[in-house]
């Protein structure tokens, strides 16, 4: 599967003009400005209708107002909403008061079932209204979140998922006791949660986008599983870059975009850019905000290269685009990273990645196209990045190698939205002819 082609991959699975298949997708946030993963159900959204698919999707009324910004009226009158409660609102208050992660495991599940079993009840009308054929619920992502779609009366399929992930041995320090006892006790009452809620023990099939996610699956699943790579890059949005010969005296630079949390690993990046500063005229473009932002604002002063570190913070999708486009090296030193969105989006424009040889990023990424820098331990991981910046940065001609690699790897993998979007409407199709 993955030396397919674009091309290749459209040959041997053809869509049908005319076949007016039903689906309803399910997801509780659909978006392009909150995260990788609500990008997800959108572009299976807009894509399938594409394939001449009646779809119709079921989301929380939150991107309500986007949503109705990005479709024009007769498509946006196919979404369905979920309506917040008081009582949910509560709970995100409360749960701010938490690590990232407690938060995420426990109350952002806790916020998740309110909203899916708010959203069961209306699933199950659209399902009557439509006469859907199919339900398709592609996030969240984790395989030890509960699903509702259960005894809906028709097929349900589920994914791609993507998880079983837990930082390097070596950084495991970053997560509290509290934190690891928090995460030790969601995966144990995820257990018990989906024999209560037994969406995907039932489904009929479940999409992961690597083996790591089919061993983490909850136990006594009955549907059938499908390798899909979970992320995946719009390359209409992503032009490749021209590669031009480099003005002499030109600094290089490097670009990082994400949330400022300790597990994507900004802070190990400014650390490791001290050096690659000392021996070259680099710039370090670092975009996004988070809570360890002032921290490390506080860190490139120490260190003593504010003048070549520009802190972007959270920027709109247009400027954030444009200065990935105009850097020359990608980096990735995030620790935990089950995909990696923008890694994609990077390799589509056509830069060389560096990142940690863990998950996600280790998964997607070759010595044709990056860097993989191993994480075995705090300071030689700050090395590692050091070492590999410096060596793009000293050579043009490496760059463009690499660069040119990532172009042709992201559309020759299953990466991008096109592929994606047929080998699930296979999936979808092959499920109900099924059953």
């Known amino acids: 599967m993955s030396g397919q082609t674009i091309e290749t991959l459209l040959e041997t699975t053809p869509v049908e003009p005319g076949d007016r298949l039903r689906v309803l997708i399910v997801s509780e946030n659909v978006s392009l400005r909150m995260s990788g993963e609500t990008s997800v159900p959108y572009y299976y959204f807009k894509l399938l209708q594409e394939r001449d698919v009646d779809v119709w999707m079921l989301c929380h009324a939150r991107t309500r107002e986007e949503l109705r910004e990005i479709f024009p009226a007769e498509i946006f009158a196919r979404i369905h909403f979920v309506e917040d409660t008081p009582f949910q609102a509560s ?11 407690v938060e995420d495991l426990i109350f952002g599940r806790l916020l998740h079932i309110i909203t899916q079993f708010q959203g069961r009840k209306l699933a199950l009308q659209a399902v009557q209204q439509h006469q859907i054929d199919i339900i398709f619920e592609p996030s969240p992502i984790s395989p030890k979140g509960l699903s509702f779609m259960y005894n809906m009366g028709v097929p349900v399929v589920i994914g791609p998922m993507c998880g079983g992930l837990n930082l390097p041995p070596a950084f495991r320090y970053m997560d509290s006791p509290f934190t690891r006892l928090s995460i030790s006790l969601g995966r144990i009452a995820s257990w018990f949660g989906h024999r209560l809620i037994p969406g995907k023990l039932q489904a009929e099939a479940l999409l992961v986008g690597n083996q790591r996610t089919a061993k983490v699956l909850p136990q006594g699943y009955r549907g059938k599983v499908y390798e899909v790579v979970e992320s995946g890059v719009d390359l209409p949005r992503w032009e490749p870059k021209q590669y031009l010969p480099p003005e002499p005296n030109q600094p290089v630079r490097f670009v990082f975009c994400g949330r400022l949390v300790d597990w994507k690993g900004a802070q190990f990046l400014v650390e490791a850019f001290k050096a690659v500063a000392e021996q070259t005229n680099s710039v370090l473009e670092i975009i996004g905000d988070g809570e360890l932002a002032e921290e490390i604002a506080a860190r490139v002063k120490e260190l003593g290269i504010q003048d070549q570190v520009n802190l972007r913070g959270r920027l709109p999708l247009a400027e954030c685009m444009k200065l990935i486009t105009d850097s020359d090296v990608y980096v990735m030193p995030s620790l935990r990273e089950c995909g990696g969105l923008a890694l994609l989006e990077s390799m589509a424009i ?37 070492e590999a910046m410096i060596r793009l940065a000293k050579s043009p001609e490496l760059r463009q190698q690499l660069g040119k690699g990532a172009q042709q790897r992201v559309r020759t993998n299953y990466f991008d939205w096109d592929s994606k979007t047929n080998r699930v409407l296979e999936v979808l199709k092959e499920t109900l002819a099924r059953v």
Request: charged share 15%.
């Open 350 to 386: 056509g830069l060389p990645i560096i990142a940690a040889n863990w998950a996600g990023p280790a998964e997607y990424l070759n010595e044709s196209c990056g860097i993989l820098v191993e994480p075995s331990s705090p300071s030689g991981f700050v090395q590692g990045l050091s």
């Open 91 to 101: 709970v995100w208050r409360f749960s701010k008061r938490f690590p990232y992660r």
